[in-house]
T-cell receptor, first 114, second 116 residues
Framework: AQSVTQLDSHVSVSEGTPVLLRCNYS??????LFWYVQHPNKGLQLLLK??????LVKGINGFEAEFKKSETSFHLTKPSAHMSDAAEYFC????????????FGTGTRLQVTL | GAVVSQHPSWVICKSGTSVKIECRSL??????MFWYRQFPKQSLMLMAT?????????EQGVEKDKFLINHASLTLSTLTVTSAHPEDSSFYIC????????????FGPGTRLTVL
């Protein structure tokens, strides 16, 4: 069984300040982990993924995430928030393998203020 | 690369009618496609997994006779909501899995269905 817990349903930051979106996972196997972003009324865009290579994963738009097995965490960070980062972010886990089912976290809404 | 489209992007229909939603992988062959449902301010819930040329596998609690899925080719899957009711109103999102890139799924832009 696999599960994902996103610890914050809502995060608000000022433009130009760091972003931290927290995610903890549970998986019986070596997991693949993803972060997806969803803008209002849009589909999901892949930000980054971890698949047992480097534990620090760099994604698009300046986002990165660090896989910490000892803490079962995969937190998403960005050094400096931009207004366009305001969106819903989903942490996702799947067991490694082709076409594996994805298990989604409940999402974190990121608000960026001036 | 790895672009998925959905059509229509939004649809309004009367209760009791059927609605078909298309999901296409534009620049890759998707041996497996997934259909999700998302209620307002909630996460995505997997409805079914479809493999090209075979019957879809539905998640527990999803009525297969109500949500008909066809994956007739490596680039097209369709979801038909039969005899739609207001409670079927939701945001439906598909994803495609290109076999060559492990388990990454690429998502379509979604279809908003409103049943009156």
């Amino acid at each position: 069984a696999q599960s994902v817990t996103q610890l914050d349903s809502h995060v608000s930051v000022s433009e130009g300040t760091p972003v931290l979106l927290r995610c903890n996972y549970s998986s019986s196997y070596s997991p693949s982990l993803f972060w997806y972003v969803q803008h209002p009324n849009k589909g999901l865009q892949l930000l980054l993924k971890y698949t047992s290579a480097a534990t620090l994963v760099k994604g698009i738009n300046g986002f990165e995430a660090e896989f910490k097995k000892s803490e079962t965490s995969f937190h998403l960070t960005k050094p400096s928030a931009h207004m366009s980062d305001a969106a819903e972010y989903f942490c996702v886990v799947s067991n490694t393998g082709t076409a594996s089912k994805l298990t989604f976290g409940t999402g974190t809404r990121l608000q960026v203020t001036l | 690369g790895a672009v998925v489209s959905q059509h229509p992007s939004w649809v309004i229909c009367k209760s009791g009618t059927s609605v078909k939603i298309e999901c296409r992988s534009l620049d890759f062959q998707a041996t497996t496609m997934f259909w999700y449902r998302q209620f307002p301010k909630q996460s995505l819930m997997l409805m079914a997994t479809s493999n090209e040329g075979s019957k879809a596998t539905y998640e527990q609690g999803v009525e297969k006779d109500k949500f008909l899925i066809n994956h007739a080719s490596l680039t097209l899957s369709t979801l038909t909501v039969t005899s739609a009711h207001p409670e079927d109103s939701s945001f439906y999102i598909c994803s495609g899995h290109p076999h060559s890139v492990g388990d990454t799924q690429y998502f379509g832009p979604g279809t908003r269905l409103t049943v009156l």
